[in-house]
């Protein structure tokens, strides 16, 4: 249980492609998520904070409403390591701090947050258990190229700049697999929770 919020918070990260957003869609009929790139979207839409700070480095493209163009901020973390560190030194404390805003609000004993690169910024301290779910690398990409969009390089881009999957796995409290089926996901979902509240409260 989280020491500060009385609640057990569970994390949820993977590569992209792995499928952590059908996992939160899953969760979210019966316990509240929080997904950490909305909080990170949000925090970009003009006048927030995020927003504020950003356009101060003058290091993002505005549109013509004044609004943050995501492909030239991405196009700008991803072309240089110390690029994309400058920008999550900028947001990954308030995204931390929407986070744990959100938690303190909940009613359920136990939450779940949906964190992408959780190991990347070593905020495993901030959870009491991680569940991570990996996919093969083949199975990621065609998801990536399918529902997002991307071209395969740009795929494998992004794959690349995040921590290696097994090093994710070794460090998980749970592993869900998911190259099958979506029905095979949701089961071990609900093996997981079963899990979770046998060495929970």
């Not at 964190?115 to 495993?124: G, K, N, T, V």
């Not at 997002?148 to 795929?155: I, L």
Request: with cysteine; charged share 30%.
């Amino acid at each position: 249980m989280s020491k500060l919020s009385k609640k057990k918070v569970i994390g949820i990260t993977g590569s992209m492609g792995s499928g952590k957003s059908e996992i939160s869609r899953y969760l979210r009929k019966k316990y509240p998520v929080l997904d950490c790139d909305q909080v990170n979207a949000d925090l970009l839409k003009k006048g927030n904070l995020g927003y504020q700070k950003l356009n101060d480095l003058r290091i993002v493209e505005l549109d013509s409403n004044g609004q943050i163009i995501k492909e030239s901020l991405a196009s700008y973390m991803f072309s240089k390591a110390e690029h994309r560190k400058q920008v999550e030194a900028i947001l990954h404390p308030l995204i931390f701090e929407q986070m744990h805003k959100w938690i303190y609000e909940q009613e359920s004993s136990i939450v779940f947050v949906e964190m992408p690169i959780l190991f990347e910024i070593s905020a495993q301290d901030h959870f009491d258990s991680i569940w991570c779910v990996v996919a093969d690398l083949d199975v990621a990409l065609s998801r990536l190229q399918t529902y997002r969009n991307f071209t395969r390089e740009q795929a494998l881009a992004r794959l690349v700049s995040q921590m290696n999957p097994e090093e994710k796995m070794a460090k998980s409290d749970i592993v869900l697999q998911n190259n099958g089926t979506v029905e095979q996901l949701h089961k071990q979902i609900e093996e997981a929770l079963k899990e979770e509240k046998v060495h929970g409260d």
